[in-house]
Structures are given as C-alpha cells and as structure tokens.
C-alpha cells in the first residue's frame, strides 16, 4: 500500500538553530512530493514541491527539500529557524495527477528563543 | 485573490442532525476535494470531484457524501450526523495538470454529540 511516514512526532529546536524533518515514501515507483506547513488554526500551504530534475528543490520562507530515490527519502531542512517557523509540517505524496494527496502524520515543530 | 474559502468555521451538532459543509475558491480550479483531520491520524481524504457533477470517493467517504452543482462550490453533506465524525474538515482545490498543488481552506470544526 501507498504510504508516507513521518518518524518524528515533534520536534524541538533553538531559534537559530538547524532543522530537519524526515520524510519517507512508500511507492511503486516515484510519486510527486510535497511538503506542507499548518499554522495553528489555519489550513495547509505548500513549502515546496519535487516532481523530477534536481534533487534539492527550494521553497518558501527558506526551507528546501532532498529528494533520494535510493532511500526513498523527501527530507525537508532549513539553515536557521525563526519562532514563526512554530508549526506542523506534513509530508505529502501522489502518483498520480488529481488523486489526492497521501499525507504522513506530521511533525510538530517548536522553536524556543 | 487565490482564496478557498470554508463556512462555517465552527459547528456543534447532535446526533443524528443533518451537516452541510460548503467550499467555495475563486480559482476556477476544476478539482476539488474534501479530507478531514484527526490527531493521530492525519488527514484522510473523503471524496474527489473532477469538475460539476463528476464526484469520485477518497479513501473514507462512509457516512458521506458531496455535492457540486457549480465548478466553485463544492459541499460536503453528513446525513444522520455520527460522535465519530466529529473531526476538523479541510476542503481544498488544485488548478491544471502542470500544477499539482493544493489550496486549502482554514477549515471547519465539527463536533458532534
């Protein structure tokens, strides 16, 4: 079955700090990824997107994403994190165009001062 | 103004009660979707439509269904409201086949006693 996991529930870090979430797709084949951001109380928005090329695509706000095919890997990373990055990150899958999207569970991620 | 927007942001119900959720966007996108949200479990997709009266079932669309009569407007209906449905209700909307990005609402709070 199609999948995405997410390992971490929450993550932890310093404003400053470096941040990586780990993402990994369960598919036949390579699927269009995403990762997307939630705000507390608010809907989902696109950070950044893989279809094919490049392994490391460029989003938003400063994050960017590596694509590895051998680990079947979407890693989302970002140099030096602000408290507005407070949030939940998902990770998003889809093998097909207008199928909906198969999401991991998330990542909840806290920077304190 | 690319905007999907969901009414109405809060709803208590009983059970038993009928539910009508209704989206709307301004992007003239043709597919539209409905997922609902659920700690620890993410979000679920309950149905797809292609484009007016062309409706598909998500992975969860028991205890559901959908209307759409006009290309902006897309509603999600729960006939004999159930405790379990209780749940936060996303709607989003995604543009042509170059483009597999989705827009969301800030979605709909149900609860249901």
């Known amino acids: 079955a199609q999948s995405v996991t997410q390992p971490d529930a929450r993550v932890t870090v310093s404003e400053g700090a470096s941040l990586q979430l780990r993402c990994k797709y369960s598919?036949?084949?390579?699927?269009?990824l995403f990762w997307y951001v939630q705000y507390q109380r608010q809907g989902l928005q696109l950070l950044l997107k893989?279809?094919?090329?490049?392994?490391v695509v460029q989003g938003v706000n400063g994050f960017e994403a590596e694509f590895s095919k051998s680990d079947s890997s979407f890693h989302l990373r970002k140099a030096s994190v602000h408290w507005s990055d407070s949030a939940v990150y998902f990770c998003a899958a889809s093998m097909y165009y207008a199928q909906g999207l198969t999401f991991g569970l998330g990542t909840r991620v806290s920077v304190f001062p | 103004d690319m905007k999907v927007t969901q009414m109405p942001r809060y709803l208590i119900k009983r059970m038993g009660e009928n539910v009508l959720l209704e989206c709307g966007q301004d992007?003239?996108?043709?597919?539209m979707y409905w997922y609902r949200q659920d700690p620890g479990l993410g979000l679920q997709l309950i149905y797809i439509?292609?484009?007016?009266?062309?409706?598909s079932e998500g992975d969860i669309p028991k205890g559901y269904r959908v209307s759409r009569k006009k290309r902006e407007h897309f509603s999600l209906i729960l006939d004999s409201a159930k405790t379990n449905q209780t749940s936060v209700y996303f709607c989003?909307?995604?543009?042509?086949?170059?483009?597999?990005?989705?827009?969301f609402g800030h979605g709909t709070k149900l609860s249901v006693l």
């Open positions: 989003a909307s995604s543009g042509d086949i170059s483009n597999e990005r989705l827009f």
């Open positions: 439509s292609y484009d007016v009266d062309s409706n």
């Open positions: 992007m003239s996108h043709e597919t």
């Open positions: 598919y036949s084949g390579t699927p269009y």
């Open positions: 893989y279809y094919s090329g490049d392994p």
